[in-house]
Each structure stands twice: as structure tokens, then as C-alpha cells.
């Protein structure tokens, strides 16, 4: 029993609930939820050092031993999770000092955003099925509000087709929970596996995996994304950031603990068919992303190429693909972050999203030009930066197997997101301005430095990928054997 | 509506409110171990105060309750997450509740529980979310 396992998702909300009564205090509120987001991110260290000396922590909630309580699990995959999103959710603070105004700070964005963390660490940390979907709840209802918050023409036509969607995703989910329950009397996804185990995959619990896949890839933005470019670019840069960063990496993530923890047994059809949804989202995701020329778009569709990615990585499934997803991932929520925060920046230097209407941003500032090639050199996967590791993973891995069409997939994708983000940076940044440039953006470099950190650790995550590996591959063995998260949900 | 055009509602409302808030009191005290609770309590509250909305009118209701409903709901989940959060410094796993018997004046013994105060928190909460939700709807036609 460990109850820090409990504090990722703890201290978010006592953060929130406590800003609701500060909501006129705009500088007290901003220093405590960057402090939280820190202690967050410190907890979720502390808890790394944990996972790494003592192994997997639970806690059984309320002493209900498992699998009649609700249990919380931290193993490797999830704590890194857990600290990628700190570190994300702190720059985003930071940068929305400046980048959000007042009018919607004082409509409790900082309170929603910690409701909405809080969601984003109970759904890594959790052990339960039903625990799960009430964390993704709890996410949307914030997110629902955090993309609507300011009233914006575009924001309430966005918001439309993201709760539509949303509410439509939910409801299949809890319909295909209560067919898991009925068809195995049980929650807990330790339980849930080992009765599957058991009792084998039959064609009725496949077809509730299907189910579950078709809701997880509608947060997750595989396949079915239709809705995902257009929700991500309606609110501001911070906002957008959060949401580009931490809600489709959590779909993501339940996709890989379902797929690799309770339903791995037929594997023929359900990793087939992620594999297929994967290699076309990457197609239609990449093309999407290269037909664009509206900056935020761009940026959505380059969230969902790399979500097909990883689902690559998932449709393998040998240890190497394994390991490159747990990096992959770790490092794509960081470089979406970041590209977002700086497009915001792009965004409010030259007055308009489209990229054809910019140009010469490179003349007049040129450390936010560099900082966006590093990003999306890092996007691509060149080398020294935090990409690569995960990307050669991948694609090494699917070699290992004989999946040839996979690796080739993954080779395409950064061949179409290198193109996407080349032409921002060729149309965007080089050329002559366009217009005379109006500085009405004051807080540009504060803006500038709030995301610097973010750039930071995609190059230390490149540069220092060795002395890393060896979470990685933790994480990594405990997708590829379910047998050690089950012995750590029952030990006691 | 003009205030005063429906004297049967409103005169009635003024006495039923009390038997549903005492009845919520009643739902509030009886759960944990029977049917009833926090968040069944605050609704039918919440309904008490509605009934009040409808016979009269929103600004009565400020005007018996002149509290900030947001607030309301924010103490109610802050009373509850501390409940919950308090077993952590006995060393007890998180929401892990405790009870005693205890001999009060009038009731006798009685059986108090820390799931008691958690309850407390639902209700608040419940109660606030409530009546933002139909204040807002009605501030708005």
C-alpha cells in the first residue's frame, strides 16, 4: 500500500477546488497552480524512484482488497506518463500567464485545467475499468468547458461537434463495460485479464475489444479524427497545447494498457485491424497535415499522424515496438506541446493563421524561428533530438517481424510531417513580412522563455537516451508481460 | 409572473418546503447503512429550493439563501476530498473511513462515522451544482 499513488490525481483537484474561491485573486491563482503543477511533477519523480527500487505501487482504495475495491496501480509506463504530463501541464501554465487573458482567467481556467490533470493522472494511475472511465469524465467535462471558455464564434461551432462526438464515445463505452462485466463479472483489469486468460478470448469478449477500440480511438484521434484538427485550433495556443499534449496521448494509453494487458490473445483480428486503422490514419493524417495551410490545423493533423504511429507500434507488439511507444510517446507529448505554444506565438506575432499570409518572422525574431525548426526537427525524428530513439525503435522492431508495410508506414510519416512543418517554417519564417508587423504582442519573450524548458527536454531526451533505456524498457517488459502487473495487483 | 397572482402555490410551498428539506435531512442521516446519503439528500434539496424558484421567484431564493452556490459546491468537494485525504496521516490507505459509538445527549448511543462528513460534502456539492445549473438556466430566458 503506497497512498502517494494516490497524490498525481489528489493534488490537482485540491488545486482546483481551492481556486474556485480565489477566482478573483488572479496573481495568487496563477502562483499556486504553477506551484501544484511542480509539486505534481515532483510527487511523480519521487514515485519514479519508487517504481524503480521497489517495483510496481498499488493502492487498494478505502483497504478493499482487490478485485472487490477500486485499485491504483503506478507501474513504469504510467508514472512516466504521469511526469511527462506535470512537466507539460507546468510549462502550459507558465506560458498561459501571458498568452491567456483575463477575462477567461477569472472564469476559473486555472481550476479547470487542474479538474481536467486530474482526470489525465487518475486515467494513467487507475486499475479499474469503470475507475477509468469516470477519470476520462471528469477530463472531458473540463475540457468541454476549457474549449468553450472565452465564447468565441469558432469556439461554439468546434464545441458542438467535440461534445457530439465525445458524448457519442462515452456512451459506447459504458455499454461496452457493462458487456465485459456481464460477460466476465469482474472490473479490474488485472481480474479482467486473468479471467480472459482463463476462460480464452472467445468471439463475443473480441467483440466488446472491438468496442473498446472503436471508443479509445475516438479520444485518441486513430482513425476516426474528423473532429480533432478543427477542436484543437478553435481555443487559444495554451489551451490547444494541453489538449494536443495530454488527451489523445491518455486514449493512446489506454489503447496500449487494454490491447497489451486483458484482450492480447487474438491478436489476428484486434491488433490487425489497429494496425490497419494505424497505417491509415498515418496516410490520411500525413496528407492532411501537407494540404493544410492554416498553422493550427497543421499542428492537429501532425497529432494524429503520430497517434497512427504509436498505434504501429501497438499492432507489433515485440518488445522492441513496445519500447519505442513508451519513448515515442513520452516524447511526443512534450514536442506537441511545444510546437502548439509556439505556433501560438507565431500566430500572434503575424496576425493570422495562414501560412501564405505570413513571412520574414525569422528577420524580427529569430529565437522563436529556431526553436520551431528544433520542434520539428524533433517531430521528425532527426538524430541528436528526442524523436529518433523512438521512432528507430519502432520501426526496428517492425523489421524484427517481417512487417514490412509497418516500417514503411512509420518511414512515410516523417517523410509527409518533415514536409508540413518545412512549409510553415519555408512560408512562416523565411521571406519577406508580409505586412507592416503590429506589436501588440508585448509579452512575446516571457512567452518564449515559458516554453523554452519543453525544447530543453526534447534535446536531453535525444542526447540522453542511453541512461534512459532502462525505464524505458521497464515499462516496456510490463506491456509484454502481463503476468507482473497481475502479481503486483494481488501481492498482498 | 406578478408576485402575488398564484396565492395556493405559493402559500402551499411555504409550508411543503420544510417537510422536504426535512425529509432530505431524514434521507441525509439514514444512508450509509440503508438506502439514502449525500448526493440523494442534496438533490431533493435542491428540489426544496426549486419549488421555492417556481412559487415565487429566483431572487427569493437569493434572497432565503444569500450564498454563492459556486461556493457552496466548492466547499462541498473540499470537505470531501479532506475527508477522504484524512486517512493518510493515520496511515490508512486513501477514503479509508472510521466509526465509534458514541452516547449523546437525547439520541443516546449513537454510531458516528467519518463517512458521515464525506457525506456532507456530496451533499454540499450536489446542492451547489443543482441550483448553479438551474439559476443559471434561469437567468438566461
Sequence with gaps: ?492 | MPKGSDIFLQNVSKIVVFIILAFALYLFFTGHVSPGGGFIAGLTSAGALLLLALAFDIDTVRKVLPVDFKLVMALGLLIALCTGTGAFFFGEPFLKHAFGYFHLPLLGKTELHTALIFDLGVYLAVVGVTMTILITIGEDS
Design chain 1, 1 to 492: 500500500m503506497n497512498n502517494w499513488t494516490a497524490a498525481p490525481m489528489l493534488i490537482p483537484l485540491f488545486t482546483a477546488v481551492i481556486l474556485i474561491f480565489l477566482h478573483n485573486r488572479l496573481q495568487l491563482q496563477r502562483w499556486i497552480s504553477l506551484l501544484s503543477s511542480l509539486l505534481n511533477a515532483a510527487v511523480a519523480i519521487f514515485l519514479l524512484y519508487r517504481v524503480r527500487t521497489e517495483g510496481i505501487q498499488t493502492l487498494n482504495m478505502s483497504g478493499w482488497a482487490p478485485p472487490y475495491g477500486i485499485v491504483l496501480v503506478a507501474d513504469m509506463f504510467a508514472v512516466l506518463l504521469v511526469l511527462a504530463a506535470s512537466i507539460v501541464s507546468a510549462c502550459c501554465l507558465l506560458y498561459s500567464f501571458r498568452g491567456i487573458d483575463e477575462e477567461r482567467e477569472r472564469h476559473y481556467f486555472y481550476s479547470l485545467v487542474h479538474f481536467m490533470l486530474a482526470g489525465v493522472n487518475g486515467s494513467f494511475l487507475t486499475g479499474d475499468l469503470f475507475n477509468l472511465f469516470v477519470c476520462f469524465e471528469l477530463m472531458l467535462m473540463s475540457s468541454y468547458a476549457l474549449i468553450v471558455l472565452g465564447g468565441t464564434r469558432r469556439q461554439f461551432r468546434e464545441t458542438l461537434h467535440y461534445i457530439l462526438i465525445n458524448v457519442l464515445s462515452s456512451t459506447l463505452f459504458v455499454a461496452s463495460v457493462a458487456y465485459l462485466y456481464g460477460a466476465t463479472g469482474t472490473l479490474n483489469l488485472a481480474h479482467l485479464s486473468l479471467r480472459i486468460a482463463e476462460s480464452g478470448q472467445s468471439g463475443p469478449i473480441t467483440v466488446v475489444a472491438a468496442m473498446l477500440l472503436v471508443v479509445f480511438s475516438v479520444k485518441a484521434g486513430l482513425f476516426l479524427f474528423f473532429w480533432l484538427p478543427g477542436s484543437y485550433g478553435a481555443p487559444p495556443a495554451a489551451i490547444s497545447a494541453l489538449f494536443g499534449a495530454l488527451l489523445t496521448k491518455v486514449g493512446m494509453y489506454a489503447l496500449i494498457r487494454s490491447f497489451t494487458l486483458i484482450f492480447y490473445h487474438e491478436t489476428a483480428v484486434t491488433h490487425t485491424l489497429i494496425g490497419i486503422m494505424g497505417i491509415a490514419t498515418i496516410v490520411l493524417g500525413g496528407f492532411g497535415a501537407v494540404s493544410q495551410t492554416n498553422v493550427n490545423r497543421i499542428l492537429g493533423y501532425n497529432v494524429i499522424a503520430s497517434i497512427g504511429f504509436v498505434s504501429l507500434a501497438l499492432s507489433v507488439s515485440n518488445e522492441d515496438t513496445l519500447k519505442g511507444a513508451v519513448f515515442y510517446l513520452v516524447h511526443d507529448m512534450i514536442v506537441k506541446a511545444l510546437l502548439f505554444l509556439l505556433a501560438g506565438i507565431l500566430v500572434a506575432e503575424t496576425g493570422t493563421e495562414r501560412i501564405n499570409k505570413m513571412g520574414g518572422v525569422l528577420d524580427h525574431s529569430p529565437l522563436l524561428s529556431w526553436m520551431f525548426l528544433i520542434a520539428s526537427l524533433a517531430v521528425v525524428g532527426i538524430p541528436p533530438l528526442g524523436g529518433f530513439p523512438g521512432k528507430l525503435l519502432i520501426i526496428q522492431g517492425s523489421l524484427e517481424s517481417g512487417e514490412y508495410m509497418i516500417a514503411a508506414a512509420g518511414v512515410l510519416l516523417s517523410l509527409l510531417l518533415l514536409y508540413s512543418l518545412i512549409k510553415i517554417f519555408i512560408l512562416g519564417f523565411w521571406g519577406k513580412p508580409r505586412k507592416p508587423r503590429e506589436t501588440n504582442w508585448k509579452q512575446h519573450p516571457k512567452l518564449l522563455w515559458s516554453s523554452a524548458p519543453l525544447l530543453l527536454l526534447i534535446v536531453l531526451l535525444g542526447v540522453f537516451a542511453e541512461p534512459a533505456m532502462p525505464y524505458v524498457s521497464r515499462a516496456a517488459d510490463i506491456l509484454s508481460d502481463p503476468s507482473i502487473y497481475i502479481q503486483a495487483v494481488f501481492k498482498e
